[in-house]
């Protein structure tokens, strides 16, 4: 089974400011099959990138992702106050789906 | 537009079963393959189970198998979860997600709660 690590655990940033989380795969994962999620307290995730780099419809130009094989990374280019919540990364491999741990974006 | 309406959560003793149900509407649910993934309280999100467009294709993951039963009934536009022999580690909410493309959930529910608990 393919595990997902997210790093850091949680990010402390201002508005404005870049935000870089980070997603390891513990083996190579197909781009087609990595997704990230952002999770808002209370509320049902949403989807952000699929396909490693796709934006999601609706989902603004400063949410970008890339990567390949056993890393990827999702970038905020400039934080708003509604960007602020948790965010998690997906993968399919094997009849199998898993979600890393989650980043937990905090205003500084 | 698109809606996943979850139900049938509640409070069940260790050992109990409960059947969440999930009511699809807005778009051609008998297309697309769909998934139950769920968060205990204060954690991150697990995959439970995959079902395709049709029925005939059936994931669990191993936290769960042999103790839960997807299944769907597209003339009913509807996805179920029967969980059967639960224990206090399945609480959690529960989400139904339809599957976009090759592997990403693109709509959510807002989840039903499950608390396993004497």
């Known amino acids: 089974e393919i595990v997902l690590t997210q790093s850091p655990g949680t990010l402390s940033l201002s508005p404005g400011e870049r935000a870089t989380l980070s997603c390891r795969a513990s083996q190579s994962v197909s781009s087609s099959y990595l997704a990230w999620y952002q999770q808002k307290p209370g509320q049902a995730p949403r989807l952000l990138i699929y396909g490693a780099s796709s934006r999601a419809t609706g989902i603004p130009d400063r949410f970008s992702g890339s990567g390949s094989g056993t890393d990827f990374t999702l970038t905020i280019s400039r934080l708003e106050p509604e960007d602020f919540a948790v965010y998690y990364c997906?993968?399919?491999?094997?009849?199998?789906?898993?979600f890393g741990p989650g980043t937990k974006v905090d205003i500084k | 537009e698109v809606q996943l309406v979850e139900s049938g959560g509640g409070l069940v003793q260790p050992g109990g079963s409960l059947r969440l149900s999930c009511a699809a509407s807005g778009f051609t649910f008998s297309s697309y393959e769909m998934n139950w993934v769920r968060q205990a309280p204060g954690k991150g999100l697990e995959w439970v189970s995959y079902?395709?467009?049709?029925?005939?294709?059936?994931y669990y993951a191993d936290s769960v198998k042999g103790r839960f039963t997807i299944s769907r009934d597209n003339a009913k536009n509807s996805l179920y979860l029967q969980m059967n022999s639960l224990r206090a580690e399945d609480t959690a909410v529960y989400y139904c997600?339809?599957?976009?493309?090759?592997?990403?959930?693109?709509?959510w529910g807002q989840g039903t709660l499950v608390t396993v608990s004497s």
């Open positions: 997906q993968q399919y491999g094997s009849s199998r789906f898993t």
């Open positions: 079902i395709s467009s049709s029925g005939s294709t059936i």
């Open positions: 997600a339809r599957v976009f493309g090759v592997a990403t959930f693109d709509y």
